[in-house]
């Protein structure tokens, strides 16, 4: 059922109230005024316009921000610089540090400005990580590690760098002594023929490890040499060797060899009146006395000629700390060699290959009275 009295509120034009009579309701005018009467205001007279308020005035950065980050780019290009070229004596002079110090001041005053205080922070968060003592730490490492110190070497040092022989040494003893070439096949040869004396004798069996060697000397200038130094590969007895009496007949046996070829006899680095004390001695071979030391080391060489020969006989029963089995078993790990046993093994310093030998001639020129 259709409630008459509300329907004529709802839909179309018939149940809306009636339009206000000409000139309004009665009592209307005490209004006529609106917001602005209610304010008490006096009413605008003729057409209102309303504008939007004016945007706030943009601040711009002041010159001391700008000198702030200006000199911080400057003073980090200038340490780069720097760094590159090797310069670290230059990084930590006293100029540089007057120049990081007069920066900071730079940056503080920045800071205290409102207009300039964005730009000083981050010039100051570039400083935090390019100053003289980072940089300059970087810069060192890189030094250490390639040599490369130009920056603060004069021309004198810089030729002195490139000399091709080593100080101290005789250019003439590399010249007239063994070539690397002629090192390495004597150093074959000789422990060839040990090893054939040794497994003849005493019935041992031989293990090859590791990898020859060439590398460059330094040459005393901060630079690297044309000569070498070389170390061969070694070779251990696949049978342990622990008796003290069995040793010392292996070392008599390489002396044979060694006097037959021309050479010093073998000397015992690791017994007492070596030219070592007895608590390095204790160190190195794990025992001051002889009987109780798990290495004997002997040597000889061909001097005045380069090669130098190295015995060891590693013997792990007379190891009471367990600690010297632990660096074998490394050794082995890394190169396979036996855990003990009689090892040989050839070293040469300042030897000079053939096919350089006509440009270390050529650039010796160049060094008259090194």
């Known amino acids: 059922m259709v409630d008459r009295q509300r329907s004529r509120y709802v839909g179309g034009a018939d149940g809306a109230p009636p339009v ?16 602005d009467a209610a304010a008490g205001l006096a009413p605008a007279s003729g057409d209102v316009v309303y504008t939007a308020a004016p945007a706030p005035e943009k601040k711009s950065v002041n010159a001391l921000g700008l000198v702030a980050i200006s000199a911080t780019g400057l003073f980090v290009i200038a340490l780069l610089l720097l760094m590159g070229a090797g310069g670290t004596d230059t990084l930590y002079g ?5 120049v990081q110090f007069v920066l900071v001041g730079v940056l503080v005053a920045a800071l205290l400005t409102p207009r300039g205080r964005m730009l000083g922070a981050i010039a100051l968060a570039v400083t935090l990580v390019f100053n003289v003592a980072t940089v300059g730490a970087m810069g060192a490492l890189r030094s250490a590690a390639t040599h490369a110190y130009d ?5 004198v040092q810089k030729h002195e760098q490139a ?11 590399a010249l007239n002594g063994p070539s690397l070439e002629q090192v390495q096949a004597e150093g074959d040869e000789l422990m060839a023929e040990v090893r054939s004396r040794l497994s003849d004798r005493f019935g041992y069996t031989w293990v090859e490890s590791g990898a020859v060697d060439i590398s460059p000397e330094r040459n005393g200038y901060g630079g ?15 049978q342990p060797v622990q008796d003290d009496e069995v040793k010392r007949q292996v070392m008599s046996t390489i002396d044979e060899v060694l006097i037959e070829r021309g050479m010093w006899g073998l000397y015992a680095l690791n017994e007492p009146g070596s030219g070592i004390s007895d608590d390095m001695v204790a160190k190195l071979y794990g025992s001051a006395d002889v009987s109780r030391q798990h290495t004997w080391e ?8 380069p090669l130098r020969f190295y015995v060891n006989a590693y013997d792990l029963s007379n190891d009471s ?4 089995r632990t660096q074998r078993d490394a050794v082995h790990q890394q190169t396979g060699e036996p855990l003990e046993g009689v090892q040989l093994m050839i070293i040469a310093r300042e030897v000079l290959p053939e096919a350089d030998r ?13």
């Open 224 to 238: 690297e040499s044309m000569l070498k130094r070389y170390t061969s590969t070694i070779w251990t007895t696949e």
């Open 151 to 155: 920056g603060t070497k004069s021309e």
């Open 20 to 35: 206000p009579p000409p000139g309004g309701y009665h009592g209307a005018r005490r209004t006529a005024g609106g917001l």
């Open 94 to 98: 006293v100029s540089m540090l007057v």
């Open 163 to 173: 000399y091709p022989g080593v100080k101290g040494s005789p250019a003439y003893d």
């Open 321 to 324: 700390t367990g600690e010297f």
């Open 298 to 305: 002997y040597y000889s060489d061909t001097y005045p000629e």
């Open 358 to 370: 006509a440009e270390f001639e050529q650039r010796l020129q160049e060094y008259p009275g090194f």
